[in-house]
């Protein structure tokens, strides 16, 4: 079975600046995708950034970059010059190939301090 | 485009009462899936189809049934609640096939409390 970490319950950061939220996860699959989602307030699941386990080249979207360490089996999300916007909780996920069933961690929960 | 809708978005029941959660999606996407979220905790598996005609269980199926008779609709059924379904449910779609594959979809969610 596949399960997925996420360490940190709760992160701040001050607005305009970084933040790294952690992630590790276990499979057994060689091919498999990563996806980090943002929830805020409102409940809305948001896609943030995904993650084909095959390509070695982190995933960039804007401010949004990832750490993808496949032989840790580790996959951090960084959020670069932080926005009030931000403020949300984030929720690693793991999808196996083919199956398209996600596998979520607890959630992070992203305050931004102004 | 509306996207996945769900209805309703809030429902409070008794125990032993039945219902459906509706979810529809204008996409013309293949899959779709029922998650919940209980507080801290991460979303979980409930049920999934990967077309019409076709549905299996996911992580945690029990208490709940589904099915798919149109490509468009995946309604999710509590024969007769319990105060664990207490839950948050999404419902989420997505393709199959194509560079747009495992991009799931999320309705906005029904809150549902069983007293």
């Known amino acids: 079975a596949q399960t997925v970490t996420q360490s940190q319950p709760e992160m701040s950061v001050q607005e305009a600046e970084t933040v790294t939220l952690s992630c590790t996860y276990d499979t057994s699959e060689s091919d498999y995708y990563l996806f980090w989602y943002k929830q805020p307030p409102s409940r809305q699941m948001i896609l943030v950034i995904r993650?084909?386990?095959?390509?070695?080249q982190n995933a960039t979207e804007n401010r949004f970059s990832v750490n993808f360490q496949k032989a840790a089996k580790s996959f951090s999300l960084k959020i670069s010059d932080s926005q009030l916007g931000d403020a949300a909780m984030y929720f690693c996920?793991?999808?196996?190939?083919?199956?398209?069933?996600?596998?979520f961690g607890q959630g992070t929960r992203l305050t931004i301090n102004p | 485009n509306a996207g996945v809708t769900q209805t309703p978005k809030f429902q409070v029941l008794k125990t032993g009462q039945s219902m459906t959660l509706q979810c529809a999606q204008d996409?013309?996407?293949?899959?779709m899936s029922w998650y919940r979220q209980d507080p801290g905790m991460g979303l979980r598996l409930i049920h999934y189809?990967?077309?019409?005609?076709?549905?299996d269980q996911g992580e945690v199926p029990n208490g709940y049934n589904v099915s798919r008779s149109t490509t468009e609709d995946f309604p999710l059924r509590l024969l007769s609640a319990a105060p664990s379904q207490t839950s948050v449910y999404f419902c989420a779609s997505s393709y199959t096939t194509g560079a747009a594959k495992n991009i799931q979809y999320f309705g906005a969610g029904t809150r549902l409390s069983v007293l």
């Open positions: 993650q084909e386990a095959y390509k070695q």
């Open positions: 996409m013309n996407h293949e899959y």
């Open positions: 996920a793991v999808e196996i190939q083919g199956a398209q069933k996600l596998v």
């Open positions: 189809s990967v077309g019409a005609g076709i549905t």
